[in-house]
């Protein structure tokens, strides 16, 4: 589909607002700016309000009789448990200082897209049945009916938020439209608009452990396949346990990580490095995703598929959980995972065994990331690393939204990689750390069917990557998050060329010197590495 | 559109309060009935959005984090823009309270040519923004001459900070100009750029133009007309004091005054003005990211479906055990 798209095209935004006023300018619902609802089954299996057969571009969204009465329950419902739903709806003064912030407003000139607006449909009919003067005052008060056409409006543009939070870091309340959009998405739910590609994966993680559906015999599969390609690199078969009982550490990565490509790269690091340190750990087939799907539908199936971590943690008896490179995930176990599911009074706070460290940040959840754990070996001089290894990359960083915006993980990845690599550029102030801009794909809106919307909206990434690609010749971006590894070579590919995505432990691996291995010649995408290029070819 | 509505609206209010006070002489009605209705609907309200606010479970510890987490000893974090305890918190919202942290690090986003996304510092709407709050509270705890006797010293001395230009008497205050200036200045912008027309609604003029009457009705009193400020100070000290008396004489400019600040203050807790109370609830400012250190509890922690290793084992035993794994139950 990108193909079909033209770049002058797709540019030519106008951030000017139609004529006609908001309430009365209906969403352009197409194949583009949409994602399909989600399959029958998958809505059954996780015993969903609704299941059907159904697509957002028919006329009827077959939506039960009382739908408004759920909608309407739902927000009360959630005005009682949600101070920040509460306030959020409570306090906004329109001033605007979010509007320009969002990526998709920034790529698609579409005023609801202006994070401000995006709430302001769910406000207007908060105002309407909530509030005093919203019932008296009605339109003049900013208030407004519930419909069927505002329903779709709310599919529409919930489904076109990636609850980045970029918007929140830039409001004077700290106003979070991703937590609104949250919001929306449930209340959605509750009469059955629920997208597939989150629903979908949902319901295989719920069943299999995994968003990809894979199953306990396919994780072996992968795993051992890891370990021979991982072999063919380095000479050295690794050892990569699965659900081994009284490991000390349970690993956890996002599925895409062991299926998917550029993350495959760095699960490959992830094993040269546990190999080094002699590190005592297993993987679990059960608990083989760290990323959550959940997130973008509900707290509730968020702490449905979350609670495996722990549950396999203590079956397994580890003593600690240790996680890998994932954005959404990290949002989960930062600011979710212990209050959901824990306490994890079972398990004893993180303590590398290579260096001592004990990871006090992490002294509740017991779960640490794993650039901190990298990092911290790092720094007391654990790893020798050939940062030469790395020479064929200009290398450039992606703060992925949630680990910049719900944790504050920024100098870790920044440290490894200076460590292990020799050419470090940052992209813009603006575009990086709590500023960073999403990748235009996250939560859930990483689908084929959405691909306007995915490379309008990820435009202002695509245009920082452009600007160290002409600037400094960047050949490489860097992230540590399974969505972007999965949508930024398609958005890369548009805006830019000649960038390629890889994970920090891709990087690590390639410089990590192993003991015993044998002479390197080939980097972990299995290309010769700098200065070995003929001698590959002998 | 809707600024017209809010600007009519106050034409409309200041017309009754001329006409009522001054033709029908109802001084007694907007001297003492509607004040008194006026702060009871103030206070009344406010303290019951706040409380309906706090009584709200925070299921969820979200702060936005804005700065590097506290994590490894030798990674400098950022303890104010991530905070890792209540203390940079309580930093991070004063900061925000008194000094609109966040508006500062506005940015301007602009297309150009090529495409190439341009961020341009924006520090107007802050610096608009903080005249306009600072002097209203500047100008509100001055009043406190009025409904004082004797004047505190405290109030003399932030009058004699605030005044700086002396044509005559009396001696004009900054903060007199700064916000006439700064409610322009917020009314204009929401007229001229057109992303903020099309977000505006009646609720968000309407405040600016009534603040506005009350800053120039109060201005043309102090400056142009002489009000009796003797008779003034009694009807405020009374009301204060709940002891209502009303002099005659009194113009009816002040009558408009004190009729438009009544409508405001019954009109905030119903309106978006309460974001003054709401900003301190707001917990993506107002708590530490602290949640992987101390447990965060939800009141209402839901009991959800789960899907356990057990019935995990019993649907994959067979593949598991063909392909070498290991085995809960054999
Ligand atoms: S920055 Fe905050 S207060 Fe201003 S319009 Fe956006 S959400 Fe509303
Ligand atoms: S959370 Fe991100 S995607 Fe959603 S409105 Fe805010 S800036 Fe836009």
Redesign the interface.
């Known amino acids: 589909m990108s193909e079909t798209l033209k770049q002058e095209e797709l ?1 030519q ?1 106008d ?3 139609p004529g006609t ?2 309430m009365d300018t209906k969403p352009d619902i197409r194949k583009g700016k949409i994602n399909w609802g989600a399959v029958q089954k998958s809505v059954e299996y996780l ?1 969903l309000p609704n299941p059907r057969k159904w697509s957002p571009t028919d006329d009827d969204w077959q939506l039960p009789k009382d739908w408004k009465k759920i909608i309407l329950e739902g927000m009360r419902e959630r ?10 709806m ?8 979010c ?3 969002c990526h998709f407003f ?1 790529g698609s000139g579409d ?1 609801k897209n ?1 994070p ?2 995006r709430a ?1 449909l769910l406000r207007a009919v908060y105002r309407k049945e909530f ?3 919203g019932k008296l005052m009605g339109k ?3 208030a407004r009916d519930l419909t069927e056409d505002v329903l779709k409006e709310w599919f529409f543009y919930f489904f076109q938020c990636t609850e980045c ?1 970029r918007c ?9 439209t991703a ?1 609104i959009t949250m919001m929306g998405r449930e209340l959605l739910s509750l009469v059955g608009l629920e997208i597939d590609w989150i629903t979908t994966p949902a319901a295989n993680c ?4 995994n968003h990809l559906g894979i ?3 396919g994780f ?2 992968s795993v051992d396949f890891a370990v021979d390609d991982l072999e063919d690199i380095i000479g050295i078969k690794v050892e990569a346990p ?4 009284g490991a000390e550490i349970l690993f956890v990565v996002p599925s895409a990580d062991y299926f998917g490509d550029p993350h495959y790269f760095g699960f490959l690091g992830y094993l040269a490095l546990f190999h080094e340190i002699g590190l005592d750990y297993t993987f679990s ?2 608990a083989s995703e760290g990323g959550n799907f959940g997130l973008f539908h509900s ?2 199936m968020m ?2 598929l979350n ?2 971590i722990y ?2 943690a203590k ?1 397994l008896g580890v003593k600690w959980v240790l996680g890998g490179e994932c954005g959404h995930m990290w949002r989960v ?4 995972m ?3 599911n ?2 994890a009074d079972f398990l004893e706070v993180p303590k590398s065994p290579i260096t001592g ?1 004990v ?7 017991k ?1 640490v990331h794993i650039t ?1 754990f990298t ?2 070996l790092i ?1 007391n001089g654990k790893l020798k690393l050939d940062k030469s290894r790395n020479d064929q990359w200009r290398i450039t960083f992606h703060d992925s939204c949630n680990p ?9 990845p920044r ?1 490894i990689i200076n460590s292990v690599a020799n050419n470090f550029f940052e992209m ?1 102030e ?2 990086i ?2 500023q960073t801009f999403c990748c235009g794909g996250g939560a859930g809106l990483g689908t084929e069917e959405n691909m306007e919307m995915r490379l309008r909206g990820g ?2 990434r695509a ?2 990557v452009k ?1 160290v690609h002409d600037k400094h010749g960047v050949n490489v971006l860097t992230c540590m998050c399974a969505i972007d590894k999965a949508v930024l070579p398609t958005l890369i590919d548009y805006w830019v060329s000649g960038v390629q995505i890889g994970s920090v432990h891709e990087l690590v691996g390639n410089a990590l010197v192993i003991k015993g291995e044998k002479e390197r010649t080939l980097d972990m995408r299995s290309d010769p590495l700098p200065g070995k290029e003929e001698t590959e070819d002998v | 559109m809707n600024a017209l ?1 809010s600007f009519v609206a106050v034409i409309v209010l200041i017309i009754i309060s001329f006409v009522g006070a001054q033709t029908l002489g109802l001084s007694y009605l907007f001297a003492v009935i509607i004040p008194y209705l006026a702060i009871s609907i103030f206070i009344f309200g406010f303290v019951y ?1 706040v409380i ?3 009584r ?7 702060p ?9 000893s ?5 303890p104010i ?2 905070p ?1 305890n209540w203390l940079g918190a309580f930093i991070r919202m004063a900061l ?1 309270v008194l000094l ?1 942290r ?2 500062f ?5 602009t ?1 150009k040519d090529g ?3 341009v ?1 341009g510092m924006n520090q107007l ?1 802050w610096l608009g ?1 903080l005249l306009f709050h600072w002097s209203f509270l500047i100008i509100f705890i001055r009043h406190f001459r009025f409904f004082m006797e004797p004047v505190p010293w405290c109030i003399k001395a932030l009058e004699n900070l605030d005044g700086f230009l002396q044509i005559g008497l009396p001696v004009v205050f900054m903060t007199d100009i700064f916000i006439v200036a700064a409610v322009t200045y917020l009314v204009l912008r929401r007229l001229t ?12 003029f309407f405040p600016l133009f009534l603040i506005l009457a009350i800053a120039v009705t109060g201005i043309l009193m102090r400056y142009f007309t002489k009000v009796d400020i003797i008779g003034v100070k009694d009807i405020a000290v009374g009301i204060f004091s709940f002891n209502p008396v009303v002099p005659d004489g009194i113009s009816s400019l002040f009558f408009i005054h004190l009729f438009l600040v009544s409508v405001l203050i019954s009109y905030f807790p ?3 003005l ?2 003054m109370g ?2 301190f ?5 107002n708590l530490a ?1 602290n ?8 009141p ?3 009991k ?6 057990e019935e ?2 019993d ?2 035993r067979e ?2 055990r ?5 085995l ?1 139950k054999e």
């Open positions: 540019v935004i951030y000017k607002p006023g908001w015993d005005i009682e448990k949600f101070r920040t739903f509460q306030v959020f409570d306090i906004c003064v329109r001033c605007g200082a509007a320009d912030k920034i005023p202006m401000v607006l302001e509030t005093l003067a003049m008060a900013g939070r929140s870091v830039f409001c004077p309340y700290g106003i979070d937590e719920f069943r299999t452990g199953q306990p015999h072996q599969d699965v659900n081994k009982k087939s059960y707290n509730q702490k449905r609670s495996k549950m396999e079956r176990i930062n600011q979710y212990d209050t959901m824990g306490p460290t990871f006090e940040n992490a002294r509740s959840t779960m901190e990092a911290d720094k910049a915006r719900a944790m504050g993980i920024l100098e870790e440290y813009p603006n575009c750390k709590e435009l202002p245009n920082a600007y | 509505i959005r309906k606010w706090a709200a479970p925070v299921p969820f510890r979200i936005t984090t804005c700065g590097q987490q506290k994590s490894l030798w990674i400098k974090n950022n823009e991530n890792h925000e609109f966040s508006l690090k506005n940015t301007k986003t297309l495409p190439r996304l961020y709407l923004g750029d057109s992303k903020l027309r099309y977000i505006s609604l009646v609720a968000d119903l309106s978006k309460m974001h709401g900003i609830l707001s917990p993506t400012r990211n949640n992987r250190v101390v447990r965060h509890i939800n209402w922690n839901p959800v479906k789960m899907h356990t290793y995990y084992e649907e994959f593949v598991m063909e392909a070498g794994m290991p809960d």
